[in-house]
């Protein structure tokens, strides 16, 4: 083209065709949905908890037996031991026993009352650890537990702590009919009321 020529002669398109332009904005903005913006499926869970999930239960398992090794009156607290053997599935079969036996009445007939005369019922709250192993289970650890991870550690000084207590909890089943909204909750391993949980802790109801 000489210096002379006019590169916008009449009856000729100057710059780009309109659909170009569309499309590649369209596309660019594609891309940056796509490439930027971090798909939800990739994002992690905001919580603290463990997801809620669904353990394989095998339903010819044998029930887990269970032993009450130690109650705590004063913090509506029972302490419970199974078998070493136990398998999770055998756990969460055992957790949701208890529960559909609170919702039938019968859960006195497994467990001492841990609100005894209360208006709501017998373990209107009650806190419930399963271990299967004793030295986990005994008073002092399980009021570690109980209290929570921000709990002073001079406050039982012989307890084994938290942080190793928590791992040994193989499964904790809370009632609090005063939560009418979720009056039973249920894990594999253990969770404190301020999101702090153990390595294997999924939430089961």
């Not at 020529?5 to 903005?29: C, M, N, S, W």
């Not at 594609?30 to 919580?47: D, E, M, Y």
């Amino acid at each position: 083209m000489s210096k002379n020529e006019d590169p916008y002669q009449e009856g000729k398109r100057a710059g780009a065709h309109p659909l170009l332009v569309v499309f590649g904005t369209l596309i660019g903005l594609w891309l940056f949905v796509a490439l930027i913006i971090p798909s939800s499926r990739n994002k992690q869970a905001t919580g603290t908890e463990g997801p809620t999930v669904s353990v394989i239960e095998d339903p010819e398992a044998i029930p887990v037996m269970f032993t009450v090794d130690t109650t705590i009156p004063d913090m509506n607290v029972l302490g419970l031991v199974v078998p070493s053997q136990a398998t999770d599935s055998q756990i969460v079969a055992l957790l949701k026993r208890l529960r559909d036996a609170r919702l039938d009445g019968s859960l006195g007939e497994q467990l001492p009352a841990t609100t005894p005369g209360h208006k709501l019922g017998d373990h209107s709250i009650a806190d419930i650890f399963i271990f299967s192993d004793k030295q986990f289970a005994e008073p002092d650890t399980i009021r570690t537990l109980a209290r929570g991870a921000h709990a002073p550690g001079t406050l039982y000084p012989n307890a084994i702590p938290f942080e190793v207590a928590m791992e040994h909890v193989r499964g904790y089943y809370r009632i609090d009919l005063n939560d009418t909204a979720s009056p039973d909750t249920g894990s594999l391993g253990f969770a404190d009321e301020s999101g702090v949980h153990s390595k294997h802790h999924r939430r089961i109801f």
